[in-house]
């Protein structure tokens, strides 16, 4: 087995110190070697006297001289030690891109230095980490006490739930060697590391259990927790982030899961003294030391007598602060301490560095209680002293009337909510009483905001503010709020919420805080916190309906839909008395009249208020009398107005929001100026918003006379369609527009719509309130550009089929995107400024283009991604407009243009990317960034690689991933060992824990590929690199040797293919689909990657006994012995890919061993039939003395059957020997494809030979097995 590293400097698997089995292992901290210092690229001069390099650092945060951790935990705290233009410096590095450190490296590594960090960076921009000598045994000790503890509450967890193997998560980083210890105590459980609030978000499992190993307040002081970055100024404000963290915790734990947290038990700052007495002159010395170099409480003058201590000053000094050993050797002048008399030391100069204490309030446990208690119910809650550390303080100092702290201990069940989300929608949905489909709700609903502006009108009336209300209506809006009588039951919850404002203000800020998750709070997403909160099932119901509406009522007074609507709500009334179910309309009157006037900002006007109410009175009317239902209200509505048209109009006029005009619009067009301008009341606001009702009214009969009048049966059948439609997402864009563009935007979504229900919500998906009106704007603007000309209704019959054969399409000359949801069919509006859209990639794609893709910043290449698939689906859209058979119909100038300029656009980025997508050192990172930041980029320049990611075929299962993470897998060690990163190419801790579990707890190092194996494939690769066409050939066969599985490709080529053998069809299809030249590959280039492709799985079947090794004559034919490299280190990363822990050194041996014989055939050595021969042979000589010695067994001092003399075998005729060979050759062959490939005949002949399987093992020498 391999070891990689071993222990420079203190021993810390020293006996004395405790151990468990665990620590004997490895060091754990992965400490470096100086040999290692040139292969690491470390530099000797960046490592102080006094602290040993390691590839890990201890979890917990170690405080600075200077504050915050010298771990970078905290780096906020000494930013005052940098000018601000080497603040700005790192502020610019970003830590994820190897490269750029590495050009930086020497400016960091002064700059940590010059602020106490702990952190250095290598030549090759890798971190590792400086572990000062006197915490390494001290951070081994806590890290024992910790694991000690956990271990305790996972078995605990494990016999509660009965439940054999857990999902541990653990908020750490994921080397943390807490995690690590636990996974190989633990090997039936997986530890997911969690090192950032992306990570919870993102987590597609839940959790059993749930490890703190610190301080929740340290913890999101963390740089991977602290997203804001800076340092929380308040015990407030810094409870407000715990909260949000266990809010999220929360949220990934499993019902009836666990939390457990074990951190330093810290001891806020007190004039409380003890008498202490330090048992050794040494211990004192060392104290008063201690007391110069910090800032403590008290000054002492150091005694061999018992002292008189602060516990704070005391605590600090048992916990250790690290110093640099240049700042001791100043103040001692370089002499030891114990050099030094008491009174030479009393005498020293005090430095007075800082105490700095954790971002842990001084009221620790209180804090905790007061956090934990809302989401979790205690199990237990109580310090805890590991028994060395008691018993290592006892040898070291007797302190009377004080314990010093240690660490503190928390267990939690997750709490149940009092309702299930999911139950209260259900019973809303049963009941018809909400006004909205969760889906369609609008974005702004669905927020803290909207509901406490609802309330904050509920609170109003209840007060009597009735300030700008009619008083017809204000009587009969407050009559629930003041008649008991008069109340609905759930009006109670509503009230109850109206005077809990402030505390929703406060959850808000705690669930949300600084507004991390968005401007916008959902609420949709965080109605469990509020029943954790202490709300009621009823107050969780009411805020529900705020979001999604009272009723349809609000909906309709706005011209959403119809009054027909509320069959629903009568229908719930029809269960209550009459007297309830007039109740529960006067509720929901109420309600949608805090909704609508929370929604618009402002009072509603007397008109909104008067439609309300006679919507009510009607509803009443269909609630007391049976006879009456909403269908006749309605054709009897149509009937006073003159017909569905003018209901039509009244309808749009209440969706742009002119109400005044509802009962006049059909007279306003007669009147003239003076007329309009004294309706008005000579109020330019108000004369505009008649101009604008008039100009909705002649829009109206203009598109009838236009597209209606061929057919007397088409504008009926239109306006009865619009009033069938349940419309979403109107209000606040309808209200600001144009009423002649609205009716544009209508007539077109109406026309192509196939459902009942239109969506208008995404075009203001994801956008701050404060940007609304800009956005209508843009909206308004594109809705004037549209040519009337291109509204016929056969036009928009062609874009309807588009729309409903491919799901979505654009409106022509447009950025305005039409596409049909999922389950509703519902049709949704979007939009995107096309022209606004190239100009910006244009300039994104300028900027990056010089870069290498792994290179291209993060947020760049999603911002490509972003705005181009936008642009692909308007190129798409008009591509299928472009091919409708015989009729495809005229395009906007403006629109050819568009599409000319992304074709451009798309045939430059597709260059760049094929150009620099395969390059050798960077194919993986290259195709990595791709499927993980810009899927429809990786679409639309290799889809056949992005089509196998949906691929699910009946080989998959051998694998953990599907095939493109397979080849992604492949790609990634092949470039580690391109790069010679071998620490890479294996998962270390993986192999380690295999070694666990092949050679017990006591094995060290790890199992898998060898150093020599690696050293030599890195030299056949860096021979093959230097064949640039061979090389190129060789990795583009990697990516695409999978594509013969997808059934759209080899759908047409089914007689022709064998997809048993997937290399062979996938080499037909490179050729019959030109795949090669598509992606820059021909001539001889070409010829190797079909070669290769075709032959990839050759060793991969030999070792697997799929194939006879004979088969390697069609590669030996070639006569190239780098085809027959490239061939082997293909199948070196496939295999190692396929299942890591199973590509061990042994395996890796059968590769080496079938190259050895090819080599040497093709160097003429020998040929393919001699070397057969001769194993056919060895083979049949063995069974031969099987059979001699089967009966009597081996000769005395005979250890195995290979190592008997040639004259103990009875001689046998040479044919009868090749005949026996073959037969031995290919019964091992068949225990092979049976999986049994560590095992010869030679092995089997030993064991009927009565040979112990300890012999056999022993005389094998695996190195893995």
């Given at each position: 087995?391999?070891?990689?590293?071993?222990?420079?400097?203190?021993?810390?698997?020293?006996?004395?110190?405790?151990?468990?089995?665990?620590?004997?292992?490895?060091?754990?901290?992965?400490?470096?070697?100086?040999?290692?210092?040139?292969?690491?690229?470390?530099?000797?001069?960046?490592?102080?006297?006094?602290?040993?390099?390691?590839?890990?650092?201890?979890?917990?945060?170690?405080?600075?001289?200077?504050?915050?951790?010298?771990?970078?935990?905290?780096?906020?705290?000494?930013?005052?030690?940098?000018?601000?233009?080497?603040?700005?410096?790192?502020?610019?590095?970003?830590?994820?891109?190897?490269?750029?450190?590495?050009?930086?490296?020497?400016?960091?590594?002064?700059?940590?230095?010059?602020?106490?960090?702990?952190?250095?960076?290598?030549?090759?921009?890798?971190?590792?980490?400086?572990?000062?000598?006197?915490?390494?045994?001290?951070?081994?000790?806590?890290?024992?006490?910790?694991?000690?503890?956990?271990?305790?509450?996972?078995?605990?967890?494990?016999?509660?739930?009965?439940?054999?193997?857990?999902?541990?998560?653990?908020?750490?980083?994921?080397?943390?060697?807490?995690?690590?210890?636990?996974?190989?105590?633990?090997?039936?459980?997986?530890?997911?590391?969690?090192?950032?609030?992306?990570?919870?978000?993102?987590?597609?499992?839940?959790?059993?259990?749930?490890?703190?190993?610190?301080?929740?307040?340290?913890?999101?002081?963390?740089?991977?927790?602290?997203?804001?970055?800076?340092?929380?100024?308040?015990?407030?404000?810094?409870?407000?982030?715990?909260?949000?963290?266990?809010?999220?915790?929360?949220?990934?734990?499993?019902?009836?899961?666990?939390?457990?947290?074990?951190?330093?038990?810290?001891?806020?700052?007190?004039?409380?003294?003890?008498?202490?007495?330090?048992?050794?002159?040494?211990?004192?010395?060392?104290?008063?030391?201690?007391?110069?170099?910090?800032?403590?409480?008290?000054?002492?003058?150091?005694?061999?007598?018992?002292?008189?201590?602060?516990?704070?000053?005391?605590?600090?000094?048992?916990?250790?602060?690290?110093?640099?050993?240049?700042?001791?050797?100043?103040?001692?002048?370089?002499?030891?301490?114990?050099?030094?008399?008491?009174?030479?030391?009393?005498?020293?100069?005090?430095?007075?560095?800082?105490?700095?204490?954790?971002?842990?309030?001084?009221?620790?446990?209180?804090?905790?209680?007061?956090?934990?208690?809302?989401?979790?119910?205690?199990?237990?809650?109580?310090?805890?002293?590991?028994?060395?550390?008691?018993?290592?303080?006892?040898?070291?100092?007797?302190?009377?009337?004080?314990?010093?702290?240690?660490?503190?201990?928390?267990?939690?069940?997750?709490?149940?909510?009092?309702?299930?989300?999911?139950?209260?929608?259900?019973?809303?949905?049963?009941?018809?009483?909400?006004?909205?489909?969760?889906?369609?709700?609008?974005?702004?609903?669905?927020?803290?905001?909207?509901?406490?502006?609802?309330?904050?009108?509920?609170?109003?009336?209840?007060?009597?503010?009735?300030?700008?209300?009619?008083?017809?209506?204000?009587?009969?809006?407050?009559?629930?709020?003041?008649?008991?009588?008069?109340?609905?039951?759930?009006?109670?919850?509503?009230?109850?919420?109206?005077?809990?404002?402030?505390?929703?203000?406060?959850?808000?800020?705690?669930?949300?805080?600084?507004?991390?998750?968005?401007?916008?709070?959902?609420?949709?997403?965080?109605?469990?916190?509020?029943?954790?909160?202490?709300?009621?099932?009823?107050?969780?119901?009411?805020?529900?309906?705020?979001?999604?509406?009272?009723?349809?009522?609000?909906?309709?007074?706005?011209?959403?839909?119809?009054?027909?609507?509320?069959?629903?709500?009568?229908?719930?009334?029809?269960?209550?008395?009459?007297?309830q179910g007039l109740n529960l309309l006067r509720y929901c009157t109420l309600l949608t009249m805090a909704e609508m006037e929370a929604s618009k900002g402002s009072l509603l006007s007397g008109e909104q208020l008067s439609e309300l109410f006679q919507l009510h009175d009607s509803a009443a009317a269909v609630i007391i009398n049976r006879d009456i239902d909403w269908?006749?209200?309605?054709?009897?509505?149509?009937?006073?107005?003159?017909?569905?048209?003018?209901?039509?109009?009244?309808?749009?006029?209440?969706?742009?929001?002119?109400?005044?005009?509802?009962?006049?619009?059909?007279?306003?067009?007669?009147?003239?100026?003076?007329?309009?301008?004294?309706?008005?009341?000579?109020?330019?606001?108000?004369?505009?918003?008649?101009?604008?009702?008039?100009?909705?009214?002649?829009?109206?009969?203009?598109?009838?006379?236009?597209?209606?009048?061929?057919?007397?049966?088409?504008?009926?059948?239109?306006?009865?369609?619009?009033?069938?439609?349940?419309?979403?997402?109107?209000?606040?864009?309808?209200?600001?527009?144009?009423?002649?563009?609205?009716?544009?935007?209508?007539?077109?979504?109406?026309?192509?719509?196939?459902?009942?229900?239109?969506?208008?919500?995404?075009?203001?998906?994801?956008?701050?309130?404060?940007?609304?009106?800009?956005?209508?704007?843009?909206?308004?603007?594109?809705?004037?550009?549209?040519?009337?000309?291109?509204?016929?209704?056969?036009?928009?019959?062609?874009?309807?089929?588009?729309?409903?054969?491919?799901?979505?399409?654009?409106?022509?000359?447009?950025?305005?995107?039409?596409?049909?949801?999922?389950?509703?069919?519902?049709?949704?509006?979007?939009?995107?400024?096309?022209?606004?859209?190239?100009?910006?990639?244009?300039?994104?794609?300028?900027?990056?283009?010089?870069?290498?893709?792994?290179?291209?910043?993060?947020?760049?290449?999603?911002?490509?991604?972003?705005?181009?698939?936008?642009?692909?689906?308007?190129?798409?859209?008009?591509?299928?407009?472009?091919?409708?058979?015989?009729?495809?119909?005229?395009?906007?100038?403006?629109?050819?243009?568009?599409?000319?300029?992304?074709?451009?656009?798309?045939?430059?980025?597709?260059?760049?990317?094929?150009?620099?997508?395969?390059?050798?050192?960077?194919?993986?990172?290259?195709?990595?960034?791709?499927?993980?930041?810009?899927?429809?980029?990786?679409?639309?320049?290799?889809?056949?690689?992005?089509?196998?990611?949906?691929?699910?075929?009946?080989?998959?299962?051998?694998?953990?991933?599907?095939?493109?993470?397979?080849?992604?897998?492949?790609?990634?060690?092949?470039?580690?060992?391109?790069?010679?990163?071998?620490?890479?190419?294996?998962?270390?801790?993986?192999?380690?824990?295999?070694?666990?579990?092949?050679?017990?707890?006591?094995?060290?190092?790890?199992?898998?590929?060898?150093?020599?194996?690696?050293?030599?494939?890195?030299?056949?690769?860096?021979?093959?690199?230097?064949?640039?066409?061979?090389?190129?050939?060789?990795?583009?066969?990697?990516?695409?040797?999978?594509?013969?599985?997808?059934?759209?490709?080899?759908?047409?080529?089914?007689?022709?293919?064998?997809?048993?053998?997937?290399?062979?069809?996938?080499?037909?299809?490179?050729?019959?689909?030109?795949?090669?030249?598509?992606?820059?590959?021909?001539?001889?280039?070409?010829?190797?990657?079909?070669?290769?492709?075709?032959?990839?799985?050759?060793?991969?079947?030999?070792?697997?006994?799929?194939?006879?090794?004979?088969?390697?004559?069609?590669?030996?034919?070639?006569?190239?012995?780098?085809?027959?490299?490239?061939?082997?280190?293909?199948?070196?990363?496939?295999?190692?890919?396929?299942?890591?822990?199973?590509?061990?050194?042994?395996?890796?041996?059968?590769?080496?061993?079938?190259?050895?014989?090819?080599?040497?055939?093709?160097?003429?050595?020998?040929?393919?039939?001699?070397?057969?021969?001769?194993?056919?042979?060895?083979?049949?000589?063995?069974?031969?003395?099987?059979?001699?010695?089967?009966?009597?067994?081996?000769?005395?001092?005979?250890?195995?059957?290979?190592?008997?003399?040639?004259?103990?075998?009875?001689?046998?005729?040479?044919?009868?020997?090749?005949?026996?060979?073959?037969?031995?050759?290919?019964?091992?062959?068949?225990?092979?494809?049976?999986?049994?490939?560590?095992?010869?005949?030679?092995?089997?002949?030993?064991?009927?030979?009565?040979?112990?399987?300890?012999?056999?093992?022993?005389?094998?020498?695996?190195?893995?097995?």
């Open positions: 087995m391999n070891k990689r590293f071993s222990v420079e400097g203190p021993d810390p698997t020293r006996d004395d110190q405790g151990f468990s089995p665990t620590f004997l292992e490895e060091d754990p901290f992965l400490f470096i070697k100086p040999s290692e210092y040139e292969y690491l690229g470390i530099i000797p001069s960046d490592i102080p006297i006094g602290t040993i390099p390691a590839l890990r650092h201890p979890s917990s945060q170690i405080p600075s001289r200077w504050g915050g951790s010298v771990y970078g935990c905290g780096i906020f705290e000494m930013c005052y030690l940098m000018s601000p233009e080497e603040l700005r410096f790192l502020q610019g590095i970003s830590f994820e891109r190897p490269n750029e450190i590495q050009r930086h490296h020497k400016k960091i590594n002064e700059l940590y230095t010059k602020i106490g960090l702990l952190i250095r960076y290598s030549r090759m921009g890798r971190p590792y980490y400086l572990i000062p000598v006197h915490l390494v045994s001290n951070s081994l000790t806590h890290i024992r006490a910790k694991v000690e503890e956990i271990s305790k509450i996972v078995s605990f967890h494990k016999k509660k739930y009965t439940k054999e193997d857990l999902v541990i998560g653990a908020l750490t980083h994921k080397d943390d060697l807490i995690t690590q210890d636990l996974a190989i105590r633990f090997k039936e459980h997986r530890f997911v590391p969690i090192e950032s609030l992306k990570d919870i978000s993102k987590l597609d499992e839940v959790l059993d259990l749930v490890i703190l190993a610190s301080d929740p307040f340290e913890i999101m002081e963390m740089k991977k927790f602290n997203q804001g970055g800076t340092q929380r100024s308040s015990k407030k404000k810094a409870e407000q982030y715990v909260m949000y963290l266990l809010w999220k915790i929360y949220g990934v734990i499993k019902p009836g899961g666990e939390i457990f947290i074990i951190a330093h038990h810290q001891l806020p700052r007190t004039n409380e003294a003890a008498i202490v007495r330090f048992r050794t002159e040494h211990e004192a010395k060392s104290f008063v030391l201690f007391s110069h170099l910090f800032r403590t409480q008290n000054t002492y003058q150091g005694s061999t007598e018992a002292m008189k201590v602060n516990i704070s000053d005391l605590q600090h000094y048992v916990r250790g602060r690290y110093v640099e050993q240049e700042v001791i050797s100043g103040l001692l002048k370089g002499r030891d301490v114990d050099q030094f008399t008491m009174e030479e030391l009393n005498s020293l100069p005090r430095r007075y560095f800082p105490l700095s204490t954790p971002a842990v309030p001084a009221d620790q446990a209180i804090s905790w209680n007061k956090l934990l208690t809302v989401f979790f119910q205690k199990i237990f809650f109580k310090p805890y002293i590991f028994k060395p550390v008691r018993q290592e303080w006892e040898s070291r100092f007797e302190a009377k009337g004080f314990n010093p702290r240690y660490m503190l201990t928390y267990l939690g069940q997750k709490r149940a909510v009092r309702k299930p989300v999911r139950e209260i929608l259900k019973e809303l949905s049963d009941s018809h009483l909400s006004g909205c489909p969760v889906e369609f709700v609008a974005e702004y609903r669905d927020s803290f905001d909207y509901a406490m502006r609802t309330l904050g009108v509920i609170e109003k009336l209840k007060k009597g503010n009735v300030e700008g209300i009619p008083e017809l209506f204000s009587d009969r809006l407050t009559e629930p709020l003041e008649i008991k009588k008069r109340r609905f039951p759930s009006l109670n919850d509503v009230i109850k919420l109206s005077s809990r404002i402030p505390h929703l203000e406060r959850i808000q800020d705690r669930i949300n805080p600084d507004r991390l998750e968005g401007t916008r709070t959902s609420i949709l997403q965080n109605l469990e916190a509020l029943s954790l909160f202490g709300f009621s099932p009823g107050e969780m119901r009411e805020l529900l309906l705020i979001v999604l509406g009272h009723s349809k009522m609000g909906r309709i007074v706005s011209g959403k839909m119809t009054e027909k609507s509320l069959q629903g709500l009568s229908a719930l009334a029809a269960t209550y008395s009459p007297q269908n006749r209200l309605l054709d009897k509505e149509i009937t006073l107005l003159g017909g569905t048209r003018n209901k039509v109009i009244k309808q749009l006029l209440k969706m742009i929001g002119h109400f005044e005009f509802l009962n006049n619009w059909n007279d306003l067009r007669a009147k003239g100026a003076m007329e309009k301008e004294a309706i008005a009341d000579f109020d330019p606001l108000r004369l505009s918003r008649l101009k604008n009702a008039i100009r909705l009214v002649s829009a109206v009969e203009h598109f009838e006379r236009r597209f209606l009048n061929e057919n007397p049966l088409l504008a009926p059948a239109f306006y009865r369609k619009i009033l069938d439609i349940e419309f979403h997402g109107t209000g606040h864009l309808f209200e600001q527009m144009e009423s002649n563009l609205v009716l544009v935007l209508l007539w077109i979504a109406v026309n192509v719509s196939n459902g009942e229900v239109i969506n208008f919500n995404p075009l203001f998906s994801e956008l701050n309130p404060s940007d609304i009106i800009e956005r209508v704007r843009e909206i308004e603007n594109e809705t004037r550009g549209i040519s009337i000309e291109h509204l016929g209704i056969p036009l928009l019959n062609q874009l309807k089929d588009q729309l409903h054969s491919h799901g979505k399409s654009f409106i022509a000359g447009t950025g305005f995107k039409l596409s049909i949801g999922g389950v509703s069919q519902a049709l949704e509006i979007s939009h995107s400024d096309i022209a606004k859209s190239i100009k910006i990639i244009s300039s994104l794609f300028s900027e990056i283009s010089n870069f290498n893709v792994s290179d291209i910043p993060p947020e760049k290449l999603s911002a490509l991604e972003a705005l181009f698939s936008e642009l692909d689906d308007f190129h798409q859209s008009h591509l299928m407009l472009l091919g409708q058979a015989g009729n495809a119909p005229s395009m906007p100038a403006k629109q050819i243009k568009w599409f000319k300029r992304i074709n451009i656009l798309r045939d430059q980025i597709k260059a760049f990317f094929l150009r620099t997508i395969f390059l050798p050192d960077h194919a993986y990172d290259n195709l990595k960034a791709l499927y993980e930041l810009a899927p429809s980029l990786l679409k639309f320049i290799f889809p056949e690689i992005a089509a196998l990611d949906a691929y699910e075929g009946a080989g998959a299962g051998k694998r953990v991933a599907g095939p493109l993470k397979y080849i992604l897998e492949t790609l990634r060690k092949l470039q580690a060992l391109i790069q010679r990163k071998r620490e890479s190419f294996q998962d270390i801790q993986l192999l380690h824990r295999v070694a666990h579990k092949e050679f017990g707890p006591m094995a060290t190092g790890i199992v898998g590929v060898s150093e020599e194996q690696l050293s030599e494939v890195e030299l056949i690769v860096q021979r093959l690199k230097g064949q640039g066409i061979l090389f190129d050939a060789m990795i583009k066969s990697l990516v695409f040797r999978e594509i013969g599985k997808l059934p759209s490709l080899s759908r047409s080529y089914s007689t022709r293919l064998n997809l048993a053998d997937i290399g062979r069809a996938t080499a037909v299809l490179i050729e019959k689909e030109s795949i090669a030249e598509k992606y820059l590959t021909t001539g001889a280039a070409k010829a190797k990657m079909h070669f290769l492709i075709r032959h990839h799985g050759l060793f991969l079947h030999i070792v697997r006994g799929e194939y006879s090794f004979p088969a390697v004559a069609e590669i030996l034919a070639k006569g190239s012995i780098n085809l027959l490299d490239a061939l082997f280190l293909q199948a070196f990363v496939i295999l190692s890919s396929v299942r890591e822990e199973l590509f061990l050194e042994d395996m890796a041996g059968m590769l080496f061993y079938m190259r050895s014989l090819c080599a040497g055939i093709l160097e003429k050595k020998t040929t393919l039939e001699d070397e057969m021969a001769r194993v056919y042979k060895k083979r049949g000589r063995l069974f031969n003395a099987l059979e001699a010695y089967r009966e009597s067994g081996l000769p005395e001092g005979i250890p195995s059957l290979e190592k008997l003399p040639p004259e103990k075998i009875p001689p046998i005729d040479e044919i009868i020997e090749l005949k026996s060979g073959r037969m031995v050759f290919a019964l091992e062959r068949l225990m092979r494809l049976q999986g049994i490939r560590y095992v010869r005949f030679a092995d089997l002949a030993d064991s009927l030979l009565n040979v112990s399987t300890k012999s056999i093992y022993m005389k094998r020498s695996l190195a893995n097995v």
